[in-house]
T-cell receptor, first 112, second 114 residues
Framework: AQSVAQPEDQVNVAEGNPLTVKCTYSVSGNPYLFWYVQYPNRGLQFLLKYITGDNLVKGSYGFEAEFNKSQTSFHLKKPSALVSDSALYFCAVRDGSYIPTFGRGTSLIVHP | DSGVTQTPKHLITATGQRVTLRCSPRSGDLSVYWYQQSLDQGLQFLIQYYNGEERAKGNILERFSAQQFPDLHSELNLSSLELGDSALYFC?????????????FGEGSRLTVL
């Protein structure tokens, strides 16, 4: 079985500061890892993914994520947060079953 | 715009009723997924179809059913509705069932059961 944990329900950061949204996963076999963002009253939008290769993955809107196999983590990062980054962020993992399992989501609040 | 279209956007109905949610995947996508999003359960996978065939089943209640039609659109049928079925229902699509790629989500259908 596969699972995802997002240990923080909410992350608060000041605009211009770096942000990190944490994600740890459990999966048998090689993980396929994803981050999605959900703005209010909208569907989830894909941000980035890790399949194989470089542990640092770059995605949309200046976001990046670091895959750490030994810690089974895939934290989402951005060097300088914007107020417009405030949204709900979901980490997801899948293995050979092709059905991604999503975390419960982390609400990111960026303060002006 | 993800290219995935869901209707209706909002639906209010009474307990015991039946509703149908509709999803049109992105052009060319063969795989359709249905998810339920609620505050207490998070995003729960319900069911997946690939090119008209059911491929995977998740936490889908027996009162719920789905199908994918030859034109690849999908419908999720919810019957004998209960208050607890109130949630946001998302449809997502992807290219092939073996793809390592991401899902493309519609904007959801918000169901309120009174």
């Amino acid at each position: 079985a596969q699972s995802v944990a997002q240990p923080e329900d909410q992350v608060n950061v000041a605009e211009g500061n770096p942000l990190t949204v944490k994600c740890t996963y459990s999966v048998s076999g090689n993980p396929y890892l994803f981050w999605y963002v959900q703005y209010p009253n909208r569907g989830l939008q894909f941000l980035l993914k890790y399949i194989t290769g470089d542990n640092l993955v770059k995605g949309s809107y200046g976001f990046e994520a670091e895959f750490n196999k030994s810690q089974t983590s895939f934290h989402l990062k951005k060097p300088s947060a914007l107020v417009s980054d405030s949204a709900l962020y979901f980490c997801a993992v899948r293995d050979g079953s092709y059905i991604p399992t999503f975390g419960r989501g982390t609400s990111l609040i960026v303060h002006p | 715009d993800s290219g995935v279209t869901q209707t209706p956007k909002h639906l209010i109905t009474a307990t015991g009723q039946r509703v149908t949610l509709r999803c049109s995947p992105r052009s060319g996508d063969l795989s359709v997924y249905w998810y339920q999003q609620s505050l207490d359960q998070g995003l729960q996978f319900l069911i997946q179809y690939y090119n008209g065939e059911e491929r995977a089943k998740g936490n889908i209640l027996e009162r719920f059913s789905a199908q994918q039609f030859p034109d690849l659109h999908s419908e999720l049928n919810l019957s004998s509705l209960e208050l607890g079925d109130s949630a946001l229902y998302f449809c997502a699509s992807s290219g092939t069932t073996g793809s390592t790629g991401e899902l493309f989500f519609g904007e959801g259908s918000r169901l309120t059961v009174l």
